[in-house]
């Protein structure tokens, strides 16, 4: 035996997978380790003993067929041999094959792990890397739904316009700072509350405004955009001021789930008509 086989040799029982070194042409098992013996039930005597034809459960042809693709490529892999057992069962296993010489004989060594425990590792494999993808694509979606929303929130403090939103309940959901400074009420106090009862209960002579013939409210039930340029909203303090707002309605996968509304108030433009009239109506006097 030479230097290189007696170190591998030497090496097998320290290996906490199961080895066996056969000779494919003598049918002979030359060595194997205790995780072998472990695998099977047999003792390592009784490995020693057996033809190789017959400790992988008689499948000469399969057992033929590997060895000669392990001689012919160096080394091989399959999953189709199964291992006979002390018990007079049969385990399935997965065999790695490679070939190395020994004073002029060629010799395979091959590694056997059972099919079972394999298919076992490999779905744990799989559910760590999916389980890991799919927290990296959570991760994803979470920083891109972020980015959107930060986005979203440096639009909505940079517009001059009043901007909030209501749900299907007509329940306030947000109000940009220009809506707070437009209104006087700050945005925790509006979100949470109906937004027509708070800002839009009444026409600009008083009369009560009933929400359902409110366009703002038809927004979110019709699924029509609304626009209206002649009506106010109230302020926290009880005072009013003329509007033109846009309710416009939110879908969500085909179904209406709010509107958000974009006002703005108009009292100087009201107040310029107003004085553009008078001086016309003064002119026509003259």
């Known amino acids: ?120 590792l490999r779905l744990d494999a799989d559910a760590t890397r999916y389980h890991r993808g799919g927290l990296m694509e959570w991760k994803r979606i979470e920083e891109v739904f972020s980015e959107f929303e930060r986005e979203n929130q440096l639009i909505l403090n940079a517009a001059g316009e009043g901007i909030y939103g209501v749900n299907t309940e007509g329940v306030t959901t947000f109000v940009n700072p220009a809506g707070e400074k437009m209104l006087g009420y700050a945005a925790a106090e509006l979100v949470g509350r109906n937004a027509h009862e708070c800002i839009h209960h009444s026409h600009e002579d008083g009369s009560c405004y009933q929400m359902q013939g409110c366009p703002i409210y038809a927004a979110f039930h019709d699924g029509i955009v609304h626009q209206v340029g002649d009506e106010v909203f109230w302020r926290k303090d009880g005072s009013s001021f003329p509007v033109e707002y846009t309710s416009t309605p939110i879908e969500d996968q085909g179904r209406v789930v709010g509107a958000v509304v974009i006002f703005r108030d108009v009292s100087e433009r009201r107040e310029a008509d107003r004085r553009l009239r008078a001086a016309l109506s003064e002119v026509e006097s003259l």
Do not use: W
């Open 1 to 120: 035996m030479n230097a290189q086989a007696e170190l591998l040799f030497r090496g097998l029982d320290a290996s906490d997978m199961a080895v066996m070194c056969i000779d494919p042409v003598a049918d002979q098992v030359l060595e194997c380790n205790a995780t072998l013996s472990d695998l099977c039930g047999f003792t390592q005597d009784q490995i020693l003993s057996l033809p190789v034809s017959i400790l992988f459960a008689n499948q000469f042809p399969s057992l033929v067929a590997f060895s000669q693709a392990c001689m012919e490529k160096k080394n091989s892999y399959t999953n189709e041999l199964s291992l006979i057992c002390a018990d007079d069962t049969t385990r399935s296993v997965e065999v790695y094959g490679s070939v190395f010489e020994d004073q002029g004989r060629v010799l395979l060594l091959f590694t056997l792990f059972d099919t079972h425990y394999c298919h076992k």
